[in-house]
């Protein structure tokens, strides 16, 4: 007979001839297919890299390999260059399930720094401005857009922060001219 159990079952064969009774059990443990979880998405800027967090009963193989640290870890790190969504396949026993996570890959700014103008004289202010990003952080105690007077010729390095939360940097020289003496 085909046996179709709901739960662990253990069935008992009877076989009766002329010498007599004999009987033999067998059972039938259910196993189920192997469970496969590949995490959330993730979200990384260009460049950056982001651990997978594969989980499962059996044997890993993650794909497509482009960018992966490992193909059969649970844990990848994922350094993909455009988004790529990597598909976890678990193998058991009873077969193989798969699930999958996209990895979405965000552009860096292209990031510019404007000075006006970009030589003065002594005690003479200029406005320092980035461009290409939403947000713009300066070194040296600088607020984007706000004139300020340079007190010597200076290399200024500004941060630009796009939407996606993506930064770069770019520089700039000012030029601090000394001011004649005149006697």
């Known amino acids: 007979p085909i046996a179709s159990p709901t739960i662990n ?15 033999s059990t067998v059972s039938v443990t259910l196993t189920t297919m192997p469970t496969a979880n590949a995490g959330s998405p993730a979200f990384i800027c260009s460049g950056n890299n982001t651990t997978l967090n594969g989980s499962g009963s059996g044997t890993f193989l993650w794909s497509p390999s482009t960018g992966l640290s490992c193909t059969t870890c649970a844990n990848p790190v994922a350094n993909p260059t455009a988004t790529t969504t990597y598909t976890l396949a678990v193998t058991g026993s009873c077969g193989t399930n798969t699930a999958t996570v996209s990895v979405t890959v965000n552009p860096l700014p292209v990031v510019t720094a404007n000075a006006n103008p970009t030589a003065v004289c002594a005690g003479s202010s200029l ?22 007077v340079p007190t010597s010729t200076n290399t200024y390095t500004v941060t630009g922060t796009n939407a996606s939360t993506c930064s770069k940097t770019a520089t700039i020289t000012v030029v601090v001219n000394p001011l004649p003496s005149v006697t």
């Open 9 to 23: 079952t253990t069935y008992t064969l009877t076989v009766t001839n002329s010498c007599g009774i004999a009987t």
């Open 127 to 148: 406005i320092l401005t980035g461009g290409g990003a939403a947000t713009y952080v300066w070194t040296g105690g600088v607020t984007n857009g706000i004139g300020f």
